[in-house]
């Protein structure tokens, strides 16, 4: 684990290259210099760093999903006694996820589709190739203060924070989920990507209930369901298309930018 690692309590930096200058600050922490820096630049600098100047807005015609399953190989992720590796779990939500945008009608890339470890640019790179896309990474959290527990979505281009909202909201609607909230962050997935791109942390590997909730089969199904459900509303049906979408699950609320108080588990 790395310096930067151990000093924002969270293995993703390790392996997303999170650079915390866009950074909205977590809500324990008091905003740091490099922040006001940042908003002064982003104020100073419209639809360059928050609007996502590259990226593609084919947030309503994409035809394609890049599905990315985070982590792989030597590199496990997140782990606990009880969550088991976080490698495995975001495999197995990807691999759920693919035969329904499959079954929907979407064209499905997969970064990886076995316990093989891919590089962060290379993920992007899969993405950028396609014709029409949006990009899914799919990812598990973990925190040295074990209470902490909920989903959380990431995005960097303004672009793709519906989906994201989305997304986290029909999580929010899973029984016993809990929606943490929904914020920009510069993972380098998420910035190398033409495309509207968003990672989703399932949940807590590290909080003892939510973890051993987060290693089941049958929660990576729920999981695989709501994402899904998110992604086909958001892109609306296909022209000219007689597959149905799955059905989707029971309404979600909409979910606020900023954290929600615990819910009792
Ligand atoms: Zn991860």
Redesign the pocket.
Known sequence: MTSAAILHGK??LM??NIEPILNVPAPDNKPHRGWWLSLLLVALLPGCATTGGRVKDTTRTFDTVVIDA??GGYDD??KSRWGGR?KNH?LSVAQKLRPKLAGAGFKTVMTRNSDVFIELNERARISNRQNNAIFVSV????SPRRKIRGAEVYYRSSVSRPLAQRILGRIDAIPGCTARYVKTANFRVLKLNQYPAVLV?CGYLSNRSEGSTCASSKHHERLAQAIASAIIEARGPFKNTTVQAPPATPTAAPVPEVPEKKKKS
């Open positions: 293995k993703e392996h997303s985070g982590h992720g997140a976080e975001a990812h598990f959290n973990d942390e």
